[in-house]
């Protein structure tokens, strides 16, 4: 994807960046130490088992009901303009979450002036249960798109799987596919590469119940780098700006070069800290 020139404000991240050391991992607390074996040991079996209670789709709630106003402003713009209405194949709840995604990712386009995206390979990395499969369906328009999930098989209450929700999210989306593979090890070429919310410091880890030895940031976005095509775009979401802050770090560790970055405002589903978008390329030698 060739990118126009752009005269983007840089500052706020790579002012940080030369404040940020991120060579060493910070150290891990004994009881940190015993959390994270505690998560490992439920993390291996539930890959050992493999679990699937085949595929599970959501019951769609048809209408969104009592919206704000400003709620219903932006997602009535957006369905006009994207021609979408998730809510015809999702639940209320999911269907909020899928808005404020594709909400996101509109204003960091345009905020950004990226051009717009059509056709190439879309990976997604740390998808969840790819409940927003159809906003990055709608959003980019790919020829192929992936989700690549390392905890895939985790379990529900109601004994569905991870695995088995995605099928229910990608079912009706064409040349879509959920992968669960850890990729650190993930070795495939992508136009675009997108992640929301991927762990770049280690307490989120635990508190997503997950071990420490899943946290390798340094080798998860050397990966990035290694798979983004030459004029490629890799996209990112992070938590607020201490989390872009470290995120662009690493980035620029793996040799990722930022084409801009910028705060973002949760319309439908507000959330504290903001949301800040990144956007980087691998540069071209
Ligand atoms: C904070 S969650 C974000 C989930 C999802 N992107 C979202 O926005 O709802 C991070 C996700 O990344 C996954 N993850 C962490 N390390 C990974 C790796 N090396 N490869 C693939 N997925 C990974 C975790 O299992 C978790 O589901």
Redesign the pocket.
Known sequence: MALPASDIDRSMLDDSLAHQGTDTLPRCSFQQRVRSRYHAFWYHLGERLAWSRGLYQERPAQELHDLSGVQYERIASLQRRFLVRFEQQATQGTALRQYEYLDLLDQGWSALKLPNSTGGTVQD????NFW?APVLHTFFRPTKLIG????GHRMYVNGYSRHDYAQGYIKGLPNTEFHIQ???RYRSPASIITA????VTPA?VLA?R?PLS?FAPDV?FSQVAANLHPHGLFLMVNQGRDEAIAAASWCSQAGLVQYGSCKLRSNIRPRLPSPVLSCWIRPVI
Not at 148 to 151: I, L
Not at 196 to 199: E, G, K, L, N, S
């Open positions: 990395i740390g998808s969840s927003y690549v999930e390392v905890e850890d990729y650190r929301w919310y991927p762990f989120p997503w997950l899943l998860l």
